[in-house]
């Protein structure tokens, strides 16, 4: 049983920033949350791994042992270490203000005798897009610990944040030095601990309240909250929360307008040019094709022979092969079916990667004879499939022609939906295949199969790579990626099927 000597953690304290409710229930009603999903297990054992991995750049740190169910140990360790000599403390364990913190990386100055500088580890990628998801949450994080290290009494020079490097090719040996980046934001973090200690007060003054703070959806990311059932299960599925890219303001206004249900919008109240067809799909409850003319034109500009074709992908954050960057979507396997003529029976082929040494260049040459150079390539959102295919060519120079000419041939099944020619209350203004289908194909499903989506594929063929397989033979694992994967491509036969009975 783990010792209690503190109310708050740094990363509750930004639970609190996103959500005050699911700060609450974490410190009030833990049992309410679901179990971790493959992928957060996966995400959180990787952070913690790659964490002790970049301790390797502060040659002779020590490291705090003490775990989190042994805080009290863990700070008198700390105590012990701050009065040595090590030139860095990782995972150092300081109180303050009712917070416990653990530094990553707690590394002496080279500036100012009796200074330490604090860096945060985080295993993601410093890509814009990356940074602009994170940082905000990031600097918080690294406030809180500032907080709590000066009010511990340790003198703070610098502030950093150690991240991936997403412009890092690896080319041999994998190299530590480029694979990380660390940067400096003490600028922005000492600005951000402006006022944390009222918010901590306030959060300790809620989280001892025996009221459970109000839900606010989309204030953080409720759909993948571990609460969201705790908080969302009771509302009905035409739902106003479930309206695309709907604003806490937004739902607001509405409520106040007495308005639970999409259907009860006013036709007055203004919506977006994405939410729109949402609330207009819902007069069709059998689904209504609005846009016959484009719909038709897409299908008579698809070729025979025409080949439905997926991939699927492994991102590991460390690159495993020459002329591969960290969280590259690497093809390891895709399927193939093949319709020589309309209404005709298709013939199907696939490929999956042997799990030993760069699947590329086979996956290639397999893709390019299953291909052809004729015939269309119907994909399922095909930015992915173009940009893994100009990733292939630009890895492979000998093919590249080739692979660029694939390009040319490419069509999408989720243009249909995306630009809503076809409107039905079940897409709810979604268009990924995993909705597509069982709205229109409800006969086949997904629903009894091991993978049922493209994450755990890329975990399982990451667990085959790394020699991580537990309850699974290695037979088994490859069925399971195979029958995921073909399911993709017979989908789409399915969609286009349906398509083109609509269309009449």
Known sequence: MSERIHKLSKSRFVAGIHCERRLWLLANRPGERREPTRAEIHRMEFGTTFGRDVTKLFEDGVEIGADHRHPKRALDETVEKLG???????????LHHDVLIRADVLKRSQTHSGSWDLIEVKSSSNSESSRRKNLKKYTSDM??????????????DSISLALVNSDYERSGDLDWNQLVVIEDHSDAVRTRTTGIGKELDHFLDMID????????YGKTKCEECEFSQFCWSEEPDDSIIHIPRISPKKIDELRELGVRLISEIPPEYELTKTQEPVREALGYPDGRLVRADRLTQWIDNLDYPIHYFDFETWNPCIPPFDKTRPYMQIPVQYSVHIQDEQGGVTRHYEFLADAQGDPRPDLIEHMLEDLGKTGSIVVHHAEFETKRIEELASYSPRNSKALLALLDRIE???LPFKKNWYLHPGLMGRSSI???LPTLVPELSYDEMEIAEGQSAALLFG???????EDLTLETARKNLLDYCRMDTLAMVRIVERLRELAG
């Open 209 to 216: 309240r025996p009221e459970m703070p109000e839900a606010v």
């Open 463 to 469: 667990d085959m790579y790394e020699g991580k397989l």
């Open 412 to 414: 999408d099944t989720e």
């Open 84 to 94: 040595g000599k090590a030139p860095a403390l990782f995972e150092a364990a300081f």
């Open 143 to 156: 406030a809180v610990q500032l907080y709590v290290l000066e009010g511990a009494g340790i003198a703070v």
């Open 434 to 436: 995993k909705v597509v």
